[in-house]
C-alpha cells in the first residue's frame, strides 16, 4: 500500500515521469563521464569540466521541441561553449579582467535570449560555462583538457537524449494550429447550414463554437512555456503568429454571423457558398504545417472570393430596415472572414518555407529579408530603455561581475559558487528574486548541515564513489519533484560527495558551500532591489499603452488611405515596431509572479487589438484599394469622424494602461444591421452604388475594432 501510495503521488507530481526519465539519463550520463575521465583517465581537471559541461547543458539549459531536435542543438553550441570555456580561461589571470569579461559576456548571453526561444532556454547554460572558467588557476596550458572535456559531456548528452528514455513530444504551436484550424472549419461548416437551411440543429452549432474557441484560446502566448512560444525573429514564427491572430478573427466573424442567422433560412446564399470554400481551406491549410504534406493551394478560395465579390448588392433596394441591410452586412463580414482565412492559408505557406508569391508585400514584408536582417531587426528594437530583455540581461551582467569581483577580493576557495548561487536565485522582479532566495537558503543549510555531518563519520572515497549515481538521481530530480529547497540541500550534497574525490576537504567544504550561496544570495537581492525591481509589469503596461497609441494612429491612416490614396506603410511599420516589445514584455510578464487578484488585466486581449489593426488594414486595402472612397465626399465625412473617435479610444485605453488603471469597456453595436445605422443615409445616395460595398467594409472593420477594445477588460473571475 505505501508503494502504490508513493508511485501515485509521483505520477501526480511528474506526469508521464518526464523529470523521473531526465533524471535518469543526465544521472546515467554524468556518472559515466565523470568515473571515465577521475578513474580512467586520471584526471581531475578532464572529469570536472567533463562532469560541469554535463550539467550545465542536462540541468540548467531549457531546450524546446522533440529529442533529435534538442540534440542538434546541443552539438551546434558546442563551438560557442569552446569560446566561453577559453575566454574564461584566458581572463583568469586577474580578477577584473575575469569581472570585466563576465559584464560583457554576461549581457551578451543574457540579451541574446531576443534572438528567439532556443537562445533563451540556452542562457544559463552559456553563463556556467565562462564562470567556471573564469576562477583561478590561471593555466591555459589545461585548455584542451577543459574543452574536451565539455566536449566529451555535451556529446554524450546529445546521445542519450536520442536514445535513452526520450521524453514525450510536447504539443507544439502548430499542432495547435492545426487542431484549431479543424474545429474552426467545423464550426463554419454549421454557421453555414445555419445560413441556408432549416434543419440546423442551434446545440450542434454552439457546441462547435465551444470547441473552436477553447482550441483557438489554446494558442495564447501564455499556454506556452518560454521555450515553446513562436517568438523568434524567423520568417516561420512570425508566421505563426500571424497564422493564430488570423484564425482568431476568422472565429469571431463566423460567430457574429452565426448568431445573426436569418429567422428564415435562403436557400443557395452566397455568404454560405463562400463559407463552405473557407471551411475547406482552412481544413486543408492547417495540415500544410506538418511534415510530409502538401502546402494549401488558393486558387478555389481565390475564385469563391471573386464569385461572392461579383454577387454582392449593389443597392439595398428597401430604405430603413430593408430586408437587404442585415445582407449588406453578412455578405461583407463574409467577404472579410474568406479574406482572413486566406491570410491564415498563405500564412501556413510560409511558416513551412513554401513558395509564397501570394503573400501580401505589406503583411509579409519580412518574407523578403534574410535570416540575418530579421534577427538584426529583432535585436535593434530591444535596444531601447523600454525593453524589459535589456534590462534583465543588465541586471544579471551586473550582478555577476559584481560576484565575481566579491569572490576574487576575498579568495574564496570556490568562489564559483557565489556566481552559481547569484545566478540561481536572481529573477526579473525583486518579489521573484526574494522569494527564490529562502529556498535556496533553507536548502543550501539542510544540505551543508548534512554534508558536513556525513564528512566527520566518512572518509573514503570509495564510499563517495559507491554512492555517486544515487546522489545525482536525487539532485537532477528533487527539484521538479519535491521543490526548489530539496534541490538545493540536494545539490549541496552532491557537490560534496564530488569534491570529496577530486579535492578532499573534509568539513568544510559545506561550511564554503554555505558561506558561498549566502553572499552569492545576498548579492542576487541586491541586485534585484536596486535595478527595475518591478520586473516586466512597469514594461509590460508602457509597452502595450504604446502599442495601442500607434494602433490607433494606423487606423485614421488607414481611413485616410481609403478616401484620398497612398498606404499608411509608416504607421504600420510603427505599430509592428512596438508590437514586439510588448509581446516580448508579455512572455517575460507571464514568467514572473502575477498582479494581486483584481488588479491584473487581459493583456491578451490588449495584444489582440493590436494585431487586429495590422492584419485588417493590410487586407481591407488589398481589397478596397486606395482611394477607392474619393469621390464620396458624404461617406468621407462619416468614416473620418468615425476614425478619429476610435484613434480617441485607443489612445484613452493606452492612457489606463499605462496609468495602471482598469480601461472601461467600449460600448459597440448589438448586431450587424446596427452597426451600419451611422452610414445608413448614405446607402440610397446618387452616384454611390459601385462604392457601396467599400464603404460598407470599412465601416465595418472600424465597428470590428472597437468590439476589440472592449474585450480589454479583467479577467472574468478577477
Not at 237 to 243: E, H, K, M, P, W
Not at 545 to 570: C, F, H, I, K, W
Not at 574 to 597: F, G, K, T, W
Amino acid at each position: 500500500m505505501l508503494g502504490t501510495s508513493l508511485l501515485g503521488r509521483l505520477r501526480h507530481r511528474d506526469p508521464g515521469y518526464a523529470a523521473l526519465r531526465r533524471a535518469a539519463r543526465l544521472t546515467l550520463v554524468a556518472s559515466t563521464v565523470f568515473y571515465a575521465c577521475r578513474y580512467g583517465a586520471g584526471d581531475p581537471l578532464l572529469a570536472t569540466y567533463a562532469l560541469f559541461g554535463t550539467v550545465a547543458a542536462g540541468m540548467f539549459a531549457q531546450l524546446p521541441g522533440p529529442a533529435p531536435q534538442r540534440a542538434r542543438i546541443l552539438l551546434t553550441t558546442l563551438p560557442v561553449a569552446w569560446a566561453l570555456v577559453a575566454a574564461g580561461t584566458l581572463l583568469a589571470w586577474n580578477t577584473w579582467a575575469a569581472a570585466g569579461g563576465m559584464l560583457v559576456i554576461g549581457f551578451a548571453v543574457a540579451f541574446g535570449g531576443v534572438g528567439g526561444p532556443r537562445l533563451l532556454g540556452l542562457g544559463s547554460a552559456f553563463q556556467l560555462f565562462y564562470i567556471l572558467a573564469s576562477f583561478p588557476p590561471f593555466q591555459p596550458g589545461t585548455l584542451p583538457q577543459r574543452l574536451g572535456g565539455v566536449t566529451l559531456g555535451i556529446a554524450l548528452l546529445a546521445a542519450a537524449e536520442v536514445l535513452l528514455w526520450p521524453d514525450p513530444v510536447p504539443v507544439s504551436y502548430r499542432q495547435r494550429l492545426v487542431y484549431a484550424a479543424d474545429r474552426v472549419a467545423a464550426f463554419l461548416d454549421v454557421t453555414a447550414d445555419a445560413l441556408t437551411r432549416s434543419t440546423g440543429d442551434r446545440r450542434e452549432r454552439d457546441a462547435r463554437h465551444d470547441r473552436a474557441s477553447e482550441a483557438v484560446a489554446r494558442l495564447a502566448l501564455r499556454e506556452f512555456p518560454p521555450t515553446e512560444a513562436p517568438t523568434a525573429a524567423a520568417a516561420s514564427d512570425r508566421a505563426l503568429r500571424i497564422a493564430g491572430a488570423a484564425l482568431r478573427e476568422v472565429l469571431v466573424k463566423a460567430g457574429r454571423m452565426a448568431s445573426e442567422a436569418p429567422p428564415e433560412p435562403i436557400p443557395d446564399l452566397a455568404a454560405a457558398r463562400l463559407l463552405r470554400s473557407c471551411a475547406d481551406t482552412a481544413r486543408a491549410a492547417g495540415p500544410g504545417l506538418l511534415p510530409g504534406t502538401q502546402p494549401v493551394a488558393l486558387d478555389e478560395l481565390d475564385t469563391a472570393i471573386g464569385r461572392a465579390e461579383a454577387a454582392y448588392p449593389t443597392s439595398p433596394d428597401v430604405r430603413g430596415e430593408g430586408p437587404h441591410v442585415p445582407r449588406l452586412c453578412r455578405d461583407a463580414t463574409a467577404l472579410a472572414l474568406a479574406d482572413q482565412v486566406r491570410v491564415f492559408a498563405v500564412a501556413t505557406r510560409v511558416a513551412t518555407r513554401a513558395r509564397a508569391d501570394d503573400a501580401d508585400p505589406g503583411l509579409f514584408e519580412y518574407v523578403r529579408h534574410g535570416p540575418w536582417t530579421l534577427y538584426s531587426r529583432q535585436f535593434r528594437s530591444h535596444l531601447t530603455p523600454r525593453s524589459a530583455y535589456l534590462h534583465s540581461a543588465l541586471r544579471l551582467a551586473v550582478a555577476l561581475a559584481a560576484a565575481r569581483v566579491v569572490a576574487g577580493t576575498l579568495q574564496l576557495t570556490h568562489g564559483f559558487w557565489v556566481l552559481l548561487a547569484t545566478l540561481t536565485v536572481l529573477r526579473t522582479s525583486a518579489a521573484d528574486t526574494r522569494t527564490a532566495l529562502r529556498p535556496a537558503v533553507t536548502g543550501t543549510i539542510v544540505g551543508a548541515v548534512g554534508s558536513g555531518l556525513l564528512m566527520l563519520l566518512v572518509d573514503s572515497a570509495v564510499v563517495y564513489a559507491a554512492v555517486l549515481p544515487a546522489i545525482m538521481l536525487l539532485a537532477f530530480g528533487a527539484g521538479r519533484l519535491l521543490g526548489p529547497a530539496w534541490a538545493q540541500a540536494m545539490f549541496t550534497l552532491l557537490l560534496t560527495f564530488v569534491f570529496a574525490q577530486l579535492a578532499p576537504e573534509g568539513w568544510r567544504l559545506a561550511e564554503a558551500r554555505l558561506v558561498d550561496v549566502l553572499l552569492g544570495g545576498v548579492i542576487g537581492v541586491l541586485a534585484g532591489v536596486a535595478m527595475w525591481p518591478h520586473g516586466a509589469s512597469r514594461d509590460l503596461r508602457r509597452n502595450v499603452a504604446r502599442y495601442l497609441v500607434n494602433s490607433g494612429d494606423a487606423v485614421e491612416q488607414t481611413v485616410e488611405a481609403v478616401l484620398g490614396g497612398g498606404r499608411p506603410d509608416r504607421a504600420v511599420d510603427r505599430v509592428n515596431r512596438s508590437m514586439i516589445l510588448a509581446d516580448a514584455s508579455y512572455c517575460q510578464y507571464h514568467a514572473e509572479r502575477h498582479a494581486p487578484p483584481g488588479r491584473d488585466m487581459d493583456w491578451e486581449a490588449a495584444l489582440n487589438a493590436g494585431h487586429h489593426v495590422v492584419q485588417g488594414a493590410e487586407s481591407l486595402l488589398r481589397r478596397n484599394p486606395p482611394g477607392c472612397l474619393a469621390g464620396w465626399p458624404g461617406a468621407a465625412a462619416q468614416l473620418q469622424s468615425a476614425a478619429g473617435q476610435l484613434r480617441s479610444a485607443f489612445h484613452e485605453v493606452a492612457d489606463d494602461l499605462a496609468g495602471g488603471r482598469t480601461p472601461t469597456p467600449t460600448p459597440v453595436a448589438t448586431s450587424c444591421a446596427d452597426e451600419l445605422d451611422r452610414i445608413r443615409p448614405l446607402l440610397d445616395e446618387p452616384g454611390s452604388r459601385a462604392e457601396l460595398r467599400h464603404l460598407v467594409e470599412v465601416d465595418l472593420w472600424l465597428t470590428d475594432l472597437a468590439d476589440s477594445l472592449a474585450r480589454i477588460r479583467p479577467p472574468a473571475g478577477r
